[in-house]
């Protein structure tokens, strides 16, 4: 079935490095694909999505390219900031069934200042 | 309302109690999916209504867990005979109509710890 695999945390960075939390996908046709975040004791937020291959989705200085031929949509940043700490969640929406979101383990990411 | 609405936030029970979530979707949200995050299994999908029926139940565990969405707003999970392994967060989300191109908005869950 499908499945998100992604990078396994903690992941923890200074102020101002460069992010890449990596995620790949096992689908049929065309799924949809997100990145999710949940800071600590608020609930999930949609962070970016993008719908077909070399769409790229950008939201906060956060970007993530789908890639049909690598099956992946790694989320990269240039400049994170303590306030990115939180967990990323790599999803996808199946082409079968559009109103389920099969999500990955999460990454929890923390910066120090 | 303003987001998702989820009541209790948390809730302690005796493994073989029955227990009800509920779920309040945002204002004109036609379409209302219930997952549960646990440490184990990560995020897993439960079920999905549009309108007050569902047509993606596949991901229900058991016959013990249940749900309804009654008028097209409020829906109810109710997981019956309570066990240890029911214990997660079970996080409601919804969205304008269902498929891809709808955004789907969570609430903050509902932690359950069956004792």
């Known amino acids: 079935g499908d499945s998100v695999t992604q990078m396994e945390g903690p992941v923890t960075l200074s102020e101002e490095a460069f992010l890449t939390i990596n995620c790949t996908y096992t689908?049929?046709?065309?799924?949809?694909l997100f990145w999710y975040v949940q800071y600590p004791g608020e609930g999930l937020q949609l962070l970016l999505k993008a719908t077909k291959a070399d769409d790229k989705g950008s939201n906060k200085g956060f970007e993530a390219t789908y890639r049909k031929e690598t099956t992946s949509f790694h989320l990269e940043k240039g400049s994170v900031q303590v306030s990115d700490s939180a967990v990323y969640f790599c999803?996808?929406?199946?082409?079968?069934?559009?109103?389920?979101?099969?999500f990955g383990s999460g990454t929890r990411l923390s910066i120090r200042p | 309302g303003a987001g998702v609405s989820q009541s209790p936030s948390n809730k302690v029970t005796e493994k073989g109690k029955d227990v009800e979530l509920r779920c309040d979707p945002i204002s004109g949200h036609t379409a209302l999916y219930w997952y549960r995050q646990s440490l184990g299994q990560g995020l897993e999908f439960l079920i999905y209504f549009q309108g007050n029926s569902a047509p993606d139940k596949s991901g229900l565990p058991s016959d013990r867990f249940s749900a309804e969405r009654t008028g097209g707003s409020v829906s109810t999970l109710t997981i019956q005979r309570t066990q240890q392994e029911d214990s997660a967060v079970y996080l409601c989300?919804?969205?304008?109509?269902?498929?891809?191109?709808?955004?789907?908005?969570f609430g903050a869950g509902t932690r359950l710890s069956v004792l």
């Open positions: 999803a996808l929406s199946p082409y079968s069934s559009a109103s389920k979101i099969i």
């Open positions: 989300a919804s969205s304008l109509a269902s498929g891809t191109g709808n955004i789907q908005y």
């Open positions: 689908a049929t046709g065309y799924p949809s």
